[in-house]
């Protein structure tokens, strides 16, 4: 097999992007003194030193161990695909978590051809688990040892937890076809980031319902969401690996009786 098809090569790789920059992300973790630039002045979209050497050490390897490779990240340039594969990394998701302390940003990778990713890493260095899926297989590296990642059996959505990031969730419309959801669940949980995907992969709650997202932001929870059994898709039931609106579900069940609802938004 050649090498940008590896799929040991590819896991490899992936893992050592990881590991890289739990290091640089970490050195930077609830530190007196760390600054926050605002990338969008009217409204605040915080980046760091930590966001930018995080993506910078990611990328150095990559162009050394897979150079016919495309880059698309959340900080520098995009760098075009030789070979129709292109990496898609977000350095810190969850800045705003990041410079608040909170333990639940990640470092987000996947690997993606034409029909979208096939292999991604939801990764959070300070608690140490790393939750990987791709090649037909989904699980969780962390302190209490690795296991296979499985999305939650089919419930109603009445009995089910929800999580979006933020309570404002996108536009007006956006919040209102997640509040719409939301009144008819069980739980809603905000604030997580990246983190409420892989609770979801790991069979811990039932829906992740966003807005305004952009690639980098979905890429990687979206290959291991589906390599955990769940499904993601835009709040039509199309494609949503490209960002935009996003409805992440452990299951068809609970996802039809979502997206129902959804659609009417």
């Known amino acids: ?134 090649f037909g297989r989904a699980y969780v590296e962390g302190p209490h040892g690795t296991h296979d990642l499985k999305t939650r059996a089919a419930r109603p959505l009445a009995e089910a937890t929800v999580f979006t990031t933020f309570p404002e969730v996108g536009t007006p419309e956006d919040r209102a076809g997640f509040e719409a959801v939301s009144q008819n669940a069980n739980l809603t949980r905000f604030g997580m980031d990246c983190y409420a995907y892989a609770l979801l992969a790991a069979g811990q709650i039932d829906l992740v319902i966003e807005a305004g997202l952009q690639e980098y932001d979905i890429a990687g929870p979206h290959a291991v969401v589906t390599a955990a059994g769940g499904i993601v898709t835009d709040w039509n039931g199309g494609p949503a690996h490209e960002g935009g609106r996003v409805i992440a579900a452990a299951n068809a069940e609970i996802h039809a009786e979502a997206l129902a609802i959804l659609r009417k938004f």
């Open 1 to 134: 097999m050649s090498t940008f098809l590896d799929q040991t090569d590819i896991e490899t790789t992936a893992k050592r992007l990881a590991d890289v920059a739990r290091v640089e992300t970490l050195a930077h973790f609830r530190t007196a003194g760390l600054v926050a630039d605002n990338k969008r002045p009217q409204d605040f979209d915080p980046v760091t030193v930590a966001d930018r050497a995080s993506e910078a050490a990611m990328r150095d390897i990559l162009n050394v161990a897979r150079p016919d490779d495309g880059i698309f990240g959340e900080e520098f340039a995009a760098k075009p695909s030789q070979n129709g594969l292109t990496w898609v990394l977000d350095p810190i998701d969850g800045t705003r978590g990041f410079i608040s302390g909170t333990p639940t940003w990640g470092v987000l990778i996947a690997l993606r051809d034409a029909d979208g990713p096939f292999f991604g890493i939801i990764d959070q260095p300070y608690i140490g688990e790393r939750f990987v899926g791709g």
